[in-house]
């Protein structure tokens, strides 16, 4: 089975286009949601089943109440090295494309047990 990876708030297809997601297929089934989500029951919904969230924008919250909803073993609740940062703003062609290269090198690598970056 297919790793499942939910790409948030890409209402301009801006993951999807910046870089080269069909070196996923058949390891990570990538689907993006274009609007905010505007509940917790729908981002529940949305994610509860993917490895890998990106969120895109700032527009869907992730409060603690929210991960205290998701399965118990889903990844933003039980790894020790999920990093969550706030919406970083440096929105340019040339920024996205390096952010989404490298967000599908790290999705690549994830499954295969070869993490790319590693913090600490």
Known sequence: MALRCA???DYQDIALSMA???SQAGAV??????RPLGSEDEVVAAIGDCGIVVAMRERTPFPASLLARLPAGHPPRTLPNV??????????????????RQAVEDITAFPAG???RELG
Not at 83 to 100: D, I, S
């Open 7 to 9: 790409v948030l708030d």
């Open 20 to 22: 080269a997601w069909s």
């Open 29 to 34: 089934d990538v689907r993006t949601l274009r």
């Open 83 to 100: 990093l969550a940062l706030p919406h970083l703003g440096y929105v340019t062609r040339r920024n996205y494309e390096g952010y989404f």
């Open 114 to 116: 070869s993490p790319v």
